[in-house]
């Protein structure tokens, strides 16, 4: 047997970290800049535990585009590196500074550092020819030094006359990464990932004022203690990220250090259309460095659709997605935010129940789709979810949350297996005469007319068990919620037969069953419902999904139930004139057919036609009738 370390050559591996580290190579100078940062922030640390003498002085940091020289530096005003330190740091790949200062000088605001991996610094090889860097490190008598490297393994290190402490990293840019030399390019980068750096950084150009301020905004309000702001902070914050007037309607501040470091705001929005939610999203940082607004993974879907910054060291700069999913600090994080999530919402529904009520427009678009798509949440969400109740104006609403609308149907709206049945509207204008009926039966209908709500509907009947969901055109009143009750006409088995029979109408694209059943003499003469099951199929058809066209193309269903005991078909029956009988029924089945949307085309024209008929009948014979 034989045992050995495969050989690595470092010619061969040094073009596959340039070219395949980071696909996206705007990052070179997020990376360059996190390291000048991390160099003043060590700085700080070191001087305030006395190990760093001397001034600390303003720390910043400078870009420097020139045009002409085709180059972008760099500066810094931090640490600096001695030769033996350039030599460790920066010739030995993947050997992280920044990880050895953390596990030296732990407990000492190590979370501020942000480098890792020790890979970054080789992104600047990405878009440069060359890299020269000057350094000075802050002890005493270390002379200064310069390196110099064209991208591959051989360097050059040599003695400098830099007097001033710090860093100045001095790419040549190359051919193909002249766009970064576009002053709108780089600023736009810096924007992008520096907004909210904790330490000042100014974009020098020749174009640029001498004096203006710098481009970050170096204490973001999610840094900040919650006791420090004021609702006008979070405001103005939520402007600063987003450029909105739209004020959201409540915010999260996120601050965890056990077991993961957490901080962060996230914003509910308000939202004014559906298709408008997913423009801005929520961007995740690692220590106040942007790191991607794709925050798929960290996020729990449903809050995707959640404004605001997450910032978390513990999720590594670059990432990628499958590293992401794997990570289990990942996990943690998106279990804990759903919680704080639903802590927060529970917490509003218990304090301010009107103002929850107020904003559940735009809320509850979140916990449907949060209950639907996280079990966890849904528990929580049970709590707080609501049900609009229909039947009340636009000034007063009313709203009911599952267990106090369990209690205000409990006797009328159980069914013959004890289920609640809750009854739904779509549409509260074309279902007026179906909503009113169950009313005037005592029953509650809720309002289930946002987009997510067929959706959702589906999924609550599997998941609460002793619910289903009813819309309240699916059947006549009385049937409703299905208590196995038999309901007699007063008309003759042989009457009843003889309506049947006239009710025997053939309709295009209309699939009808007749029933004969006693109801109420004030109820119409004929309801015309669709079977719940069949409406939701054709309801899906129209959305999507592999089964869509065969549910498409399917005739709708309609049951018409005759109301056996309604007065018009005791008169209708004594008459011998059959012609005029089979009008009239046809009549009373259309108009049943009209309410609930379904009279369409040659059948709409039809009824026209046979009403003006059955108005002037035996007087004048208008247009032709069938
Ligand atoms: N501007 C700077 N001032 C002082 N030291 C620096 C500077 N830039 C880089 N270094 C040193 O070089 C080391 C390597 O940098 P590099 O960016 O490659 O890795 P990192 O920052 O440690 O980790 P990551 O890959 O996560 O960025 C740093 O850890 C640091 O010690």
Redesign the pocket.
Same mark, same amino acid.
């Given at each position: 047997m034989q045992k050995g370390t495969i050989q690595v050559q470092t010619e061969n591996i040094f073009p596959i970290i340039k070219k395949f580290l980071y696909s996206d190579h705007d990052i070179f100078l997020r990376?360059l800049i996190?390291?000048?940062v991390?160099?003043s922030q060590k700085l700080k640390t070191l001087s305030s535990i006395g190990e760093a003498k001397g001034e600390v002085g303003e720390l910043l940091i400078e870009v420097k585009l020139d045009e002409e020289a085709k180059t972008i530096t760099i500066s810094?005003r931090? @640490?600096?590196?001695s030769a033996a330190e350039v030599e460790k740091?920066?010739n030995q790949v993947a050997f992280?500074?920044?990880?050895e200062f953390v596990k030296k000088y732990k407990g000492q605001n190590e979370n501020a550092i942000i480098?890792?991996?020790?890979?970054?610094?080789?992104s600047a090889f990405m878009v440069s020819d060359k890299v020269e860097v000057f350094?000075k490190s802050f002890k005493e008598d270390t002379p200064a030094v310069r390196w110099e490297c064209d991208g591959s393994p051989e360097y050059m290190l040599e003695e400098t006359n830099k007097t001033d402490r710090g860093?100045d @990293?001095v790419l040549y840019i190359n051919e193909e990464s002249a766009e970064f030399l576009d002053p709108e390019r780089i600023r736009g980068i810096l924007l992008r990932f520096c907004r909210f750096l904790p330490v000042p950084i100014y974009f020098r150009h020749k174009n640029e004022e001498a004096d203006a301020p710098p481009i970050n905004n170096t204490q973001p309000a999610w840094k900040k203690k919650p006791s420090e702001l004021s609702a006008e902070d979070y405001q103005n914050f939520y402007k600063e990220l987003y450029q909105y007037n739209e004020p959201p309607l409540f915010w999260i501040h996120l601050n965890v250090d056990y077991p993961f470091n957490l901080t962060g705001i996230l914003y509910f929005p308000k939202i004014k259309q559906s298709y408008e939610i997913q423009k801005d999203k929520i961007q995740l940082y690692s220590n106040q460095v942007f790191v991607t607004d794709e925050v798929k993974d960290i996020v729990p879907e449903f809050l995707m659709l959640l404004h605001g910054v997450i910032d978390s060291p513990d999720i590594p700069?670059n990432v990628s997605r499958s590293y992401l999913q794997g990570d289990p600090n990942v996990k943690k994080i998106n279990n804990h935010i759903t919680k704080k999530v639903a802590d927060k919402l529970e917490e509003l529904f218990n304090k301010e129940r009107k103002e929850f009520e107020g904003k559940w427009d735009s809320l509850g678009l979140f916990v449907k789709y949060g209950m639907m798509t996280d079990d966890k949440f849904m528990e929580r969400g049970n709590k707080f979810h609501l049900f609009e109740i229909a039947g009340y104006g636009e000034g007063e609403k009313k709203f009911y949350t599952l267990d106090e609308l369990r209690m205000a149907t409990e006797t009328l709206q159980k069914n013959k297996d004890g289920k609640l049945v809750i009854l739904y509207t779509t549409d509260t204008v074309q279902q007026d005469a179906y909503i009113r009926g169950a009313e005037a039966k005592g029953y509650i209908v809720v309002k289930m007319d946002t987009l997510i709500d067929p959706s959702f509907v589906n999924q609550m009947e599997s998941k609460w068990s002793d619910v289903t969901f009813n819309r309240v055109d699916a059947d006549i009143a009385d049937n409703l919620i299905d208590k196995q009750e038999n309901l007699d006409s007063i008309l003759s088995k042989d009457d009843e037969a003889a309506l049947k029979g006239l009710f025997d109408i053939k309709m295009t694209g209309l699939s009808m069953t007749v029933e004969v059943k006693g109801l109420s003499t004030e109820a119409p003469p004929v309801v015309a419902t669709r079977p719940e099951f069949m409406r939701r199929m054709k309801d899906m058809a129209s959305m999507s999904g592999p089964m869509a066209s065969f549910y498409a193309n399917m005739p709708d269903e309609v049951t018409l139930t005759v109301n056996g005991n309604h007065p018009i078909y005791q008169q209708l029956l004594k008459n011998d004139d059959k012609a005029k009988q089979e009008k009239v029924v046809h009549n009373l089945a259309d108009l049943a057919l009209l309410s609930q949307g379904l009279l369409k085309g040659s059948n709409l024209t039809s009824f026209i036609n046979r009403s003006v008929d059955l108005m002037g009948a035996g007087e004048a014979e208008v247009g032709s009738v069938k």
């Open positions: 990376e996190s390291n000048a991390d160099a810094d931090g @640490i600096g590196m740091y920066l992280s500074g920044a990880e480098g890792k991996f020790g890979l970054g610094f080789y350094t860093t @990293i700069l």
